[in-house]
Nanobody
């Protein structure tokens, strides 16, 4: 079993920043496979950023240059630094490892 605990969401004005954290516990083999997805109201879930073993970091086109994924291997923790936030970034953000999903953390960006 794997547990993923996210934190760091909240309400921020457009142009602001937030940092999300996700700490994994349980049968984690490599946080190289961890990443972030999001789901906006009325929309499907989409990949935001992730680590991959072969291609390194991958970002959605909509967040390139604004979001940065990073990790602390010693803490089994992955971060998502979100800068220059836009109202369209409003969504529930999920930490994902293999087939496991966290409970999600709400990010709301006001205009």
């Amino acid at each position: 079993q794997v547990q993923l605990v996210e934190s760091g969401g909240g309400l921020v004005q457009a142009g602001g920043s937030l940092r999300l954290s996700c700490t994994a516990s349980g049968m984690i083999f490599s946080i190289n496979a961890m990443g972030w997805h999001r789901q906006a109201p009325g929309k499907q879930r989409e990949l935001v950023a992730t680590f991959t073993s072969r291609r390194g970091k991958i970002y959605a086109d909509s967040v390139k240059g604004r979001f940065t994924i990073s990790r602390d291997n010693a803490k089994n923790t992955v971060y998502l630094q979100m800068n220059s936030l836009k109202p369209e970034d409003t969504a529930v953000y999920y930490c994902v490892y293999a087939t496991y999903w966290g409970q999600g953390t709400q990010v709301t960006v006001s205009s």
